[in-house]
């Protein structure tokens, strides 16, 4: 049975796409067959998209990185580098909650894959539609989280704002995923996985340093194993 997991940032390019792809990385080197869908994409270049997150997603897939593979991974793409509602907006279109979750839910069911990562946009509480947050699409799906926090000054408040909101609003979160911040100014990356796991309740945390891959991503698989 599949294993759905929807990948929220406690902000913006925080490593929610880095996540994903070394979990799905390692998932296909254990030999579990995978899936990817980032629904919604602002900051889009038509052009060039080698580099964006449905890029670096198919890549981690394993798949090429063409038209309709790209179609089928992020049908909602717009140009500009906002929230998606705002950048719709700026070309005269509407995106709505219901059909962002329809498109997910159908390909949800349409997959047999071992593990499937849904990629969400911004910080948890981001607009993704012009009637939804990002935390609303997530509740809508009814799926886990995985949680990305970052290791920034204020960071560990943000990553427990999101993980008191998905918890209000219901959201299992699953794991927190603490992204090494490139920033040579910023905390003590061991100090501030200490203070998010001390107010974390109990719940995994687990530190995705910059550099090395090693280990990490495993480890979060193996909690998110059904
Ligand atoms: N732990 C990390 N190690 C190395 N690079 C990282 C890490 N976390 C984030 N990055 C890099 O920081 C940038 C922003 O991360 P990204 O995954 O695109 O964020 P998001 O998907 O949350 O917007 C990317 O270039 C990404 O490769
Ligand atoms: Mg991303």
């Known amino acids: ?95 709505m909650l219901g059909e962002v979750a329809a498109f997910c839910r159908a390909r949800l069911a349409a997959t047999n894959a071992d593990l499937v990562l849904v990629e969400g946009v911004g910080g948890l509480m981001s607009p993704i539609a012009e009637d939804a947050t990002g935390l609303q699409l997530m509740t809508a799906l009814g799926l886990p989280a995985l949680l990305v926090g970052g290791s920034y000054l204020g960071g560990i408040s943000h990553t427990l704002t999101a993980l008191e909101a998905a918890r209000a609003h219901g959201v299992t979160v699953a794991v927190v995923v603490i992204s090494q911040s490139g920033d040579a100014e910023a905390p003590d990356f061991g100090d501030t996985l200490a203070d998010v796991r001390r107010f ?27």
């Not at 902000?11 to 998932?27: R, S, Y």
């Open 200 to 226: 974390a309740g109990g719940l995994p945390v687990i530190a995705a340093p910059r550099g090395a891959q090693v280990g990490w991503p495993q480890s979060a698989l193996a909690l998110l194993s059904p």
């Open 1 to 95: 049975m599949s294993r759905a997991v929807f990948i929220a940032g406690a902000h913006t390019d925080i490593g929610k796409t880095h996540v994903a792809c070394a979990l799905l990385e390692a998932a296909r080197a254990e030999g579990r067959s995978v899936e990817a869908l980032k629904p919604v994409v602002s900051g889009f270049d038509d052009a060039d998209w080698s580099a964006s997150d449905p890029g670096r997603l198919l890549a981690a897939l394993g798949c090429p990185l063409d038209a309709t593979a790209l179609e089928a991974m992020s049908p909602w793409r717009f140009t500009a580098p906002l929230a998606p509602p705002m950048a719709a907006r700026r070309e005269g279109r509407t995106l």
